[in-house]
């Protein structure tokens, strides 16, 4: 047998190295040595590549995070080696192959040294490098390679953290709505469903201080058709891309809130929901909320003059606040129609003052105006449980105790419950079809209550849905508290994702465990989950993910100019740090300072119908086009995600 008689260990390696043909520098050093005949070696040989630990790559501009970078933005990109050999011979080089980040970078060279990245040490790093622009940059995660070989010519490659792509509203967007006039500010945006009946998504964005037909702060909405050929669209210049929705009279600030109301008129085509709660018509500041039916035409309405078009839903009572929020809940009560949600914050029901309601009005298509003081069978009220509640947000989850029927969420930011002061709290009361009044004091089998954790969190300013992400068929609910103060960084807010139940047992944010999870804003007095919302899978894990606004956001060194997190969900009850959120999702920065973005988020549909649900936000205070706090929407593109 071919050197099978052979025991001095030299040579029986000379053998294997001669049938193998390793030519390294490492095993020739060896085979050199058998001529040694007392087989002492005074130098061993290093057999072994050096061992990767740990590898990121990390943006340069203020806010900045491990396994983030930006298109167009610096970078750097840091490694951790160890040469593991027996003796060591040492390190030769370290380079990285961050061509997908940066066009040409396939052997980025990192140079020794001491350094440091959000608390973690590494002893290699590359020379500034620029990421390709975001065009290039389409997907949401990339992951390049680190290959260190030692001085004995062992390399080894590997994989380098995956690294996830932030956005930039200045270096790049799909859509931007921009306001028409200085001052109109968007308050509130939302994907309107198919208005015009092409089969594209469109949006509504609210200006509530906009001052058509000569009335001051009267308001106006403006639903924008689904498009994807023009990237900016004026509110000022609309003509075919949609059409405009005027306030009824003066200080009515229309459009404080806007979305879908489904298609409550049978036509095939989605209709509108359109807040006012500055409007009068039961008395000062009483407010209303209209329903506005779906067109494809682009002549304006005027709700001094709604006639066919629709009809308006009118609070009880002066100082109601009637309309501040809004939402659609699928039919309830076995007509077809889709229902009206809204409240009145302010309402004073069972003489506790400000303890706010709540109103599910039937959908109807007849024009004929609502009055919610004399609701009867055309809907129901819920009303806030004491004094000072607030019951303001509103949303719809689906349907949790399996009746068929889908579910209200509320928040009353005020709440106070276990002693907590304004800790808020949310409410998930249980769709149903009879009219009876529910107390939120006496909920009793009707729903169940979510307690913010500590005092002045100020729980449930934004509520929403996020569909099932722990895979055991119920929705979750997904609320804002944005006072929250977690980690010692005061006000720096957090976002709760509870796990959808049956049972009417209250939910306490400050023990919630197995119930669900906590998302912490990232720094001090950021206010991290002023709006929350839930998307559709986004990364093609099967589960639903969210949405959260962080409009006081000061990325990339601008004041204010606010960002908004992509997360994506999970089914572990782990906490989601956003100071060092890794890959669990990405960032959306705002273009300039006091901007605002994040305000409000919300999911958008599938404009450019790649399969993928698109997303809209707003930076209430932006000033595009020299017109200070006009406002803009921009709508963003869900880039490629796994």
């Not at 058509?212 to 498009?227: D, E, I, M, T």
């Not at 997904?478 to 103060?485: D, E, K, R």
Request: charged fraction near 15%; include cysteine; proline fraction near 2%.
């Amino acid at each position: 047998m071919l050197c099978g008689g052979f025991r001095r260990r030299a040579v029986v390696l000379a053998c294997v190295v001669a049938l193998t043909g390793t030519t390294s520098a490492a095993y020739a050093a060896y085979v050199a040595s058998t001529v040694n005949p007392t087989e002492n070696f005074s130098t061993a040989p290093d057999f072994a590549p050096p061992t990767l630990n740990r590898s990121t790559a990390a943006g340069t501009a203020a806010g900045g995070e491990s396994q983030h970078i930006t298109p167009g933005a610096s970078y750097y990109m840091y490694a951790d080696l160890t040469d593991v050999g027996a003796p060591a011979s040492g390190m030769a080089t370290v380079t990285a192959n961050a061509s997908a980040l940066t066009t040409g970078q396939s052997s980025a060279a990192l140079t020794s040294g001491a350094y440091s990245f959000a608390g973690v040490n590494y002893n290699y790093r590359s020379a500034l490098l620029t990421a390709d622009s975001n065009a290039t940059l389409s997907a949401c995660s990339y992951t390049p390679t680190v290959t260190g070989t030692d001085l004995a010519g062992n390399a080894a490659t590997n994989n380098a953290s995956k690294v996830m792509v932030d956005r930039n509203m200045l270096a790049g967007y799909n859509v931007r709505l921009d306001g028409a006039t200085a001052a109109d500010q968007a308050y509130d945006v939302g994907n309107a469903g198919d208005v015009n009946g092409d089969g594209t998504p469109d949006a509504i964005l609210g200006g509530w201080g906009a001052d058509n037909n000569g009335r001051s702060f009267s308001g106006s909405a403006y639903v924008v058709f689904g498009q994807t050929s023009l990237t900016t669209i004026d509110m000022a210049a609309l003509g075919t891309h949609g059409f405009r929705i005027d306030g009824l009279a003066a200080n009515d600030e229309t459009a404080v809130s806007v979305g879908p109301a489904g298609d409550v008129n049978g036509d095939g085509k989605a209709d509108l929901l359109v807040g006012a709660d500055f409007s009068d018509p039961n008395g000062f500041q009483s407010g209303t909320a209209y329903v506005v039916f779906g067109k494809a035409t682009t002549t304006a309405i005027d709700l001094n003059a709604l006639g066919a078009q629709g009809y308006a839903i009118r609070g009880a009572a002066a100082d109601d606040r009637a309309g501040e929020r809004i939402a659609t809940i699928p039919d309830l009560n076995g007509d077809g129609k889709p229902e009206t949600v809204l409240s009145a914050w302010k309402a004073d029901n069972n003489s506790r003052t400000d303890s706010g309601s709540v109103y599910v009005v039937f959908g109807k298509a007849t024009t004929t105006a609502i009055n919610v003081s004399a609701l009867g069978a055309a809907g129901y009220r819920i009303d806030g449980a004491a004094g000072s509640d607030f019951v303001e947000a509103v949303a719809v989850i689906g349907d949790v105790n399996g009746d068929g029927k889908s579910e209200v969420v509320l928040g009353a930011t005020g709440a106070g419950n276990n002693g907590r002061a304004a800790s808020g709290s949310a409410y998930v009361v249980f769709g149903k079809s009879t009219t009876t009044t529910v107390d939120l004091a006496s909920l009793g089998a009707q729903g169940y209550r979510i307690d913010g954790a500590a005092a002045n969190d100020v729980a449930a300013v934004s509520v929403d849905s996020i569909g099932d992400v722990n895979g055991d068929g119920k929705p979750e609910v997904v609320l804002g508290a944005y006072q929250a103060g977690n980690n010692g960084r005061a006000a720096s807010g957090s976002a709760y994702v509870v796990f959808g139940k049956s049972t009417t047992t209250t939910v306490d944010l400050a023990s919630l465990g197995a119930q669900g999870y906590r998302i912490d804003g990232a720094l001090a007095g950021e206010q991290v989950a002023i709006s929350v919302a839930g998307v559709s899978d986004l990364n093609s894990d099967g589960i639903p993910d969210l949405l959260v606004g962080n409009h006081r956001a000061d990325s990339n060194g601008l004041t204010d100019s606010g960002s908004v997190y992509v997360i994506f969900g999970k089914s572990t009850t782990t906490t989601i740090d956003l100071a060092s959120f890794g890959v669990q999702g990405y960032r959306i920065d705002g273009a300039a300072a006091a901007d605002l973005l994040g305000w409000r988020v919300r999911a958008a549909g599938d404009v450019n119908a790649d399969g993928r649900t698109d997303l809209i936000t707003v930076a209430k205070d932006a000033g595009n086009n020299g017109r200070a706090t006009s406002g803009s929407a921009y709508i963003l593109f869900s880039p490629t995600c796994t």
